[in-house]
Nanobody, 118 residues
Framework: QVQLAESGGGLVQPGGSLRLSCVASESPFTSRLPVMGWYRQAPGKQRELVATRHRNGPTKYADFVKGRFTISSAPNKNTLYLQMNNLKPEDTAVYFC??????????WGPGTQVTVSS
């Protein structure tokens, strides 16, 4: 069982920035927990990939966040980050952290709300 807890969401004006954090119950990007990433779900829409990273591969970003969002990690803190710059109203959504184990089991955090509005 992997526990995940997101934080850092809030209300921000268009063009602003936020940094989301996801604290995991164990270290990310290890042989046990090789993949972690961020997803989002806007009202009335399906959950979609924002960015994901594999311990042995490149980071993958959705086209709509390339150049604006950056995923990073602090393994000594069991934490995954999502730096979001130049936020747009269409970025408004609940942002979720997901971890995939070596057994291909997915775990999700409860999510954190991001609202971009003037």
């Amino acid at each position: 069982q992997v526990q995940l807890a997101e934080s850092g969401g809030g209300l921000v004006q268009p063009g602003g920035s936020l940094r989301l954090s996801c604290v995991a119950s164990e270290s990310p990007f290890t042989s046990r927990l090789p993949v972690m990433g961020w997803y989002r779900q806007a009202p009335g829409k399906q959950r979609e990939l924002v960015a994901t990273r594999h311990r042995n591969g490149p980071t993958k970003y959705a086209d709509f966040v390339k150049g604006r969002f950056t995923i990073s990690s602090a393994p000594n803190k069991n934490t995954l980050y999502l730096q979001m710059n130049n936020l747009k109203p269409e970025d408004t959504a609940v942002y979720f952290c997901k971890a995939k184990t070596y057994a291909d089991t997915d775990y999700w955090g409860p999510g954190t709300q991001v609202t971009v509005s003037s």
